[in-house]
């Protein structure tokens, strides 16, 4: 990753009317993060459309400081959010002004000329990033040309959130793999269903509304064979707004239900079974892609090889909503990047735990993660944990 720096030539500063951020000791104004805050807000508006590219927004002040433009990146292959900022206003407007993007430009061509040579036609004369890219064709060359042309760029002030928010594509490009997250409706004991298979529903419905914004952010959702038997899902967005998700289901026998909600729906939502290679499906799952993969002597696909064909079918980040068989096939393959709990204050008492089919090594090898978040949704409280080696900043 690319550390801050600053232009140290104060003629430059001084042209933009800024303080030398040097001998003043600071690198960002008061306003950068809102500017910076509000590129992610217009970024989202690309999910579901951008894979495998990253999500990106941009905001354009004029010389005095007023929002003059903004921009997101709308569709793979598709102009840049930078460029799509500064070719919607004039070039008066863009002249002197200072361009906010929560990713670091483009220096290449690919699908597009490359953003650093429209934002040196602009005359824009400072450029605020949250984040270096981490392509190795950009990774830093980006910030460096900009800095050539005696722009100033300033990067970093939230990194983080940046990368959290990219994490499908971040995630892709230093580990050639999807961002696996996994999300789990629990009691109080801690069961997913009691033990007649039954969990529908153990959370109230903000919690389940939060869990389809969920769905929204990531572009596959994915269950195990049995949980498309016993809770017949949809896995659709309906409680919020946003885009549905590619849906996968795990099932190596390739048998689901002809007549399930997920089967009845394939001209509507795209859907993806992962199957032993050898497996034989039925002629009225014909609308349902299949990833075929081999098996194991224990009849399981490689869950590690499933995520490193996925970024192939425009899944960069999938959220697997269970069940037990899934979740613990992940987890003994140390795949589960984040989990999101959502608790009801409930008990369950005899029923299937989340992790009920994975054995730690031993106990100090037991997997480890750091709390992210955790807020109330009704009378549900829903936490989300990261493991503890798989953020982007330090790799
Ligand atoms: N509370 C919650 O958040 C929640 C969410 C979802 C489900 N649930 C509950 O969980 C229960 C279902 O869980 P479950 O553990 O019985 O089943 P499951 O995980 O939904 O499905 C297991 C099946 O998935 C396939 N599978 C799993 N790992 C695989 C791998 N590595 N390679 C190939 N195929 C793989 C296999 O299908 P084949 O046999 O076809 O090969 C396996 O039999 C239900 O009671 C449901 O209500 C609760």
């Not at 951008?50 to 002040?61: D, E, F, I, M």
């Not at 707004?241 to 399930?260: E, F, H, Q, W, Y």
């Not at 589960?336 to 009920?356: K, R």
Request: hydrophobic residues 35%.
């Amino acid at each position: 990753m690319v550390e801050d720096d600053v232009c140290a030539d104060q003629s430059v500063w001084d042209a933009c009317g800024l303080p030398d951020p040097i001998n003043r000791g600071f690198l960002f104004l008061d306003d950068d993060l809102i500017h910076l805050t509000r590129c992610l807000e217009l970024a989202s508006k690309g999910r579901g459309h951008v894979s495998p590219n990253p999500r990106v927004g941009a905001v354009l002040l004029s010389s005095a400081g007023v929002v003059v433009a903004e921009g997101y990146h709308r569709c793979y292959g598709e102009v840049h959010a930078e460029v799509v900022a500064m070719t919607s206003c004039t070039r008066d407007k863009s002249q002197g002004g200072t361009l906010f993007i929560n990713l670091e430009p483009c220096c290449y061509t690919g699908h597009t000329p490359p953003c650093t040579d429209a934002i040196v036609s602009a005359g824009i004369k400072r450029v605020v990033i949250s984040t270096s890219d981490p392509n190795p064709k950009v990774n830093g060359k980006g910030i460096k040309f900009l800095r050539e042309q005696g722009i100033l760029v300033s990067i970093g002030t939230n990194s983080k959130e940046a990368e959290y928010f990219n994490r499908g594509y971040f995630n892709y490009i230093l580990r050639q793999r999807s961002w696996c997250a996994a999300k789990i409706a629990l009691s109080i004991d801690g069961k997913m269903a009691n033990k007649s298979g039954l969990s529908k529903w153990i959370t109230g419905n903000e919690a389940r509304r939060a869990a389809h914004a969920m769905r929204a952010d990531h572009d596959g959702i994915m269950v195990g064979r049995k949980t498309v038997q016993l809770d017949n899902p949809e896995l659709t967005v309906r409680m919020t707004d946003g885009p549905n998700p590619v849906r996968i289901v795990l099932t190596a026998t390739g048998k689901i239900p002809t007549n399930s909600a997920i089967a009845s729906t394939t001209s509507m939502v795209r859907t993806i079974m992962v199957v032993d290679e050898k497996s034989v499906i039925d002629k009225d799952l014909s609308n349902i892609e299949l990833l075929r993969l081999p098996c194991n002597e224990h009849g399981e696909i490689d869950p590690r090889l499933i995520l490193q064909e996925l970024p192939g079918y425009g899944v960069l980040s999938v959220l697997i909503e269970g069940g037990a068989g899934v979740l613990s096939s992940f987890m003994n393959a140390d795949l589960l990047d984040e989990i999101s709990i959502g608790t009801a204050p409930t008990i369950i008492g005899e029923g299937i735990s989340p992790m009920e089919h994975f054995a730690p090594t031993s106990w100090a090898q037991r997997p480890k993660y750091s709390l992210k978040s955790y807020n109330k949704a009704g009378s549900d409280l829903i936490t989300t944990y990261i493991r503890e080696d798989r953020t982007f900043s330090q790799d």
